[in-house]
């Protein structure tokens, strides 16, 4: 190892902390180098954090030499200054904010590491009233035993199942929140055993009256449906099934288990008869209780099939190993380069938004009810609880759900009813609803017909604090507002039947559920909802509204400008000049679907809520309707519109309301 003597020298424990400041945006193609500026601190300052090398050449000479941390660092300094010429080349002309390369080191934003700091020339934050602005990158520190982090492996040995049960354990200990006690066990768990029970597990049931605690599975099945139980062969799984019979990740779950010293365990795929309509209807209909109640929930959540395992093969991060004393103990440290993108910004670090189980339907609410979740990321390792949120390789986050009320799992913003410490007013937790609906639409189905049966757990617990009525993904108090759903240029139609036109989950794809405050134009008059079998939140056979609202004529406007947008033009004649703003469900902006199908289409739009900022002139939300045959009566979604009172020329909505319905 070699370092020089400003790398030798290096302080780990007693750096000071990172500046406050924004993230103003990304460099380049770097993950690692971020600007960052605060508008808010223009005081000035004599340091940034501890100095290290004071340019680039004195950098260059000390990696020249041989310093290791050094050639990390300039590594990332020559890929910064590549993006900058190729930058000035495609703009033809100079940066503005270029680094001066003299060089601070901080703390880490959260948990275990360094920061490398430069300023910039044009707002360095040694100016006096300028806005301070730097060039981040960020390096960890683990291996020591003072520090929490160590860098991520790509095995599942004893030494790693025990390390991450101990952050279990240290969780049981330290927050008195989080500790549970035994809980009634589903009606299927697997009995895991111990290590002295080597390959072999067993199918147990149980009467609904045992207690006792479970870990739970989280993760895609992928195209593998081995080793599911049926009617026919769950008497040989009560005897046994060998653990070499199992995909990789159940083997490395169960691993994990026996390490967490909990003996049962709950996999849907092996819990539930995957041959029984009736006990797959009962069972996933209680996946909200059955995850909220487990002791942890267990997540392959970079694997896109049960075939993968727990722990992705990962690239070794290129680290330098650095001295470090502690009270009267010394070692080393190793450290390497890490993305500070989830830092700079939690609530990425909390979704998990391009990992394979983020993308998928039923393992949305697993994520939202569980308690305590072990992530397997495909960088690392996570584990997160109601206090806190840790990484394997030194990030640790105090209180953050708190901070981001749409990560809060339910049982923590419904069950127990607080935000801050207070209760929860209805109209925040329908819009919460409205939140968790629009980033749901984002997850996928292998089976299109579970769009409402893999999000009913949360329903139900939200139906319980509402006290209302579903309707389809609706509410029946806030029904007009609900209806007011806006689909994007993405969503698709569904072969078979699962839902009213008028229901976000008749179509499949990225929607946005309106948070905003809404004043209903229409008014309910009836409704009718047929389920799909005994759960009142899953499957939907069929389904009407009767509703009186305006309902006003239109007729697509041919103004082709709105097309870039992936929206049409609506006038309520051709000879309005005004112009509604639209946009069909799942006929997109191409027009797929034959021109004269679309021209022969009968549009209405019927206005059902008033979307206004300012009193000075009404902004509407449209359901954009057609008949569904001849009579005129019934009608169904198609698409929505937005437009302000003028944009329906001279007509008096007033006069315009009509009672029809929509199916």
Not at 83 to 95: A, G, P, Y
Not at 280 to 296: H, K, P, V
């Amino acid at each position: 190892m070699t370092l020089c003597e400003l790398c030798r020298s290096i302080p780990l424990g007693d750096l000071p902390p990172f500046p406050n400041g924004k993230i103003h945006f990304r460099l380049g193609r770097h993950e690692i180098l971020f600007e960052i500026n605060n508008e808010d601190d223009r005081s000035p300052r004599d340091a940034l954090g501890v100095p290290h090398h004071p340019n680039l050449d004195s950098l260059r000479e000390a990696s020249a030499a041989g310093c290791e941390l050094c050639y990390i660092i300039e590594t990332q300094v020559n890929g910064l200054i590549s993006d900058i010429e190729i930058q000035e080349m495609i703009w033809h002309k100079s940066v503005s904010s270029k680094p001066h390369f003299d060089l601070w080191l901080t703390r880490r934003l959260e948990g275990d590491g360094f920061i490398v700091l430069t300023p910039d020339n044009t707002n360095s934050w040694l100016a006096p009233s300028a806005t301070a602005r730097h060039t981040v990158l960020v390096l960890a520190d683990p291996l020591a035993t003072v520090f929490r982090g160590r860098l991520p492996r790509d095995t599942l040995d004893t030494a790693a199942c025990h390390r991450f049960a101990s952050w279990i354990v240290d969780c049981n200990n330290q927050h008195p929140s989080c500790a549970t006690a035994p809980k009634p066990l589903p009606t299927r768990l697997i009995d895991v055993g111990s290590e002295a029970s080597g390959d072999l597990v067993k199918l147990v049931e149980f009467n609904g009256e045992t207690r006792g605690h479970y870990v739970t599975l989280s993760y895609c099945w992928g195209g593998d449906s081995t080793s599911a139980t049926t009617r026919s062969n769950v008497k040989s799984k009560k005897e046994g099934i060998c653990l070499r019979d199992l995909p990789q990740t159940f083997q490395d779950t169960i691993r994990m288990t026996r390490a967490l010293d909990i003996q049962y365990l709950w996999i849907d795929r092996l819990c539930i008869y995957q041959d029984d309509s009736e006990d797959w209807e009962r069972e996933s209909s209680n996946m909200g209780s059955i995850y909220a109640n487990a002791y942890l929930c267990i997540s392959a959540t970079w694997a896109a099939s049960s075939t993968e395992g727990l722990v992705p093969p990962r690239n070794a991060r290129p680290s330098v190993r650095l001295p470090h004393a502690s009270n009267n103990s010394r070692g080393y440290i190793e450290a390497c380069l890490l993305p500070v993108f989830p830092e700079m910004y939690k609530r990425d670090l909390l979704e998990f938004k391009d990992e394979a189980l983020s993308q998928r339907g039923w393992t949305f609410q697993e994520r939202l009810f569980s308690r305590r979740n072990l992530l397997f990321v495909r960088d690392k390792v996570y584990f997160g609880c109601g206090t806190s949120f840790i990484s394997e390789d030194g990030i640790e986050l105090i209180d953050v759900l708190k901070a981001d009320h749409t990560n809060q799992p339910p049982h923590r913003l419904i069950t127990d009813q607080r935000i801050d410490d207070g209760p929860v007013p209805p109209e925040n937790v329908r819009a919460h609803w409205h939140e968790l609906v629009t980033l749901y639409s984002l997850c996928k189905l292998t089976y299109p017909a579970d769009k409402l049966p893999a999000i009913s757990g949360i329903a139900q617990e939200y139906g319980k604090v509402l006290g209302d009525t579903y309707v389809a993904g609706l509410w029946e108090g806030s029904l007009v507002q609900g209806l007011s759903w806006q689909s994007s240029e993405e969503c698709t139609a569904v072969s078979e039947y699962r839902a009213p036109s008028w229901s976000w989950a008749s179509v499949d794809g990225p929607l946005c559920m309106c948070s905003v405050t809404t004043e209903p134009i229409a008014s309910v008059m009836g409704l009718h909802i047929e389920v799909d079998g005994k759960n009142p939140y899953g499957r939907v056979k069929s389904g009407w509204i009767k509703i009186e609202a305006p309902l006003v004529p239109l007729v697509l406007s041919g103004d082709n400008s709105l097309l870039m947008f992936g929206c049409i033009g609506l006038k309520t004649s051709d000879e309005e000049e005004n112009c509604l703003t639209g946009r069909f469900d799942t006929i997109n902006s191409q027009f797929d679907d034959p021109a004269e199908t679309i021209r022969a289409m009968k549009l209405f739009g019927l206005v059902i809520t008033d979307f206004s900022l300012t009193p000075e002139e009404p902004f509407y939300f449209s359901l954009l309707v057609t008949p569904t045959g001849d009579d005129l009566g019934v009608l169904k979604r198609v698409g929505w519109t937005l437009g302000r009172e003028s944009d329906y020329g001279p007509l008096d909505l007033r006069a315009l309301r009509s009672i029809v319905t929509l199916v």
